[in-house]
């Protein structure tokens, strides 16, 4: 498959492009499914489809893949590759239900395998879905060559934490905030193995392969839409920022 980088055909640019790796946390929290906060979202993002932005969510399988895998692991003893497929099928469902959110503005596919399939789709619709793709990393890692393949420069990540810490803030109270990471200082927190529904800010493969294109990554709290919608208008909203 050849890739697609530059201008896209018609009237938006690269420029106009929003690679997003959507954490299944935002989608479905353990506390189930929020609609007020869904409608929200839903809005903002078709606000700004209306000013000429476009798409590509990369949807994550959150608390609900790491359920099924701690589940399958004590029942049937997966290895990591049965384990790493149930996570993929996990962020197809959800990227299933994101992509009928959108319903017109959503190309009618979600993508599972950007390596082979043309995924030039942003011209006809301005929203393109995306799940996993194959064990040996996250649906991070995936956004990250959606980024390399559109040509794009950044990524926005979209999870249930604020800012990435030194350790877990669900665990540790006191421990230390980030505002700004070079990706030498985040691959020190994330590490460099990547372990089926590990529960890290970052894929270790996709901190790899950020680093090595020199993408600007922003790690923004998922639920926060009033610093979202700073981010997509360039106004820098709060959260973490890597390059």
Known sequence: MGTFKGTFKGTH????????????SIIIPKTGFDVSFLKK??????????????FVFVVGGGATCRNYQAAAKKVAGLKNVELDWLGVYTTWFNAEFVRLLFGKYA????????????????????III????????????DAVKLAEIYGAKEVINLSNIDFVY????????????????????MRKIVGDKWIPGKNVPFDP???????????????????????????????NGKGTEIR
Request: hydrophobic fraction near 30%; charged fraction near 35%; proline fraction near 6%.
């Open 166 to 185: 030194e350790k877990d803030p669900a665990k540790f109270k006191n421990t230390k905030k980030f505002e700004k990471l070079t990706w030498p200082e």
């Open 41 to 54: 979202f839903k809005s903002l993002i078709e606000t700004r489809v209306k000013k000429g932005e476009r």
């Open 13 to 24: 640019s690269i420029m106009s492009l929003k690679i997003i790796s959507l954490g299944g």
């Open 205 to 235: 493969q996709a901190t790899k392969l950020a680093q090595k294109l020199g993408l600007r990554v922003k790690f923004i709290k998922g639920t926060n839409l009033k610093e979202l919608k700073k981010e997509l208008e360039g106004q």
């Open 130 to 141: 995306a799940g996993g793709w194959k064990p040996g990393w996250s649906t991070d890692y």
């Open 107 to 126: 190309h009618r596919e979600v993508i599972k395998n950007p390596s082979i399939r043309p995924i030039n789709k942003l011209n006809s619709q301005p």
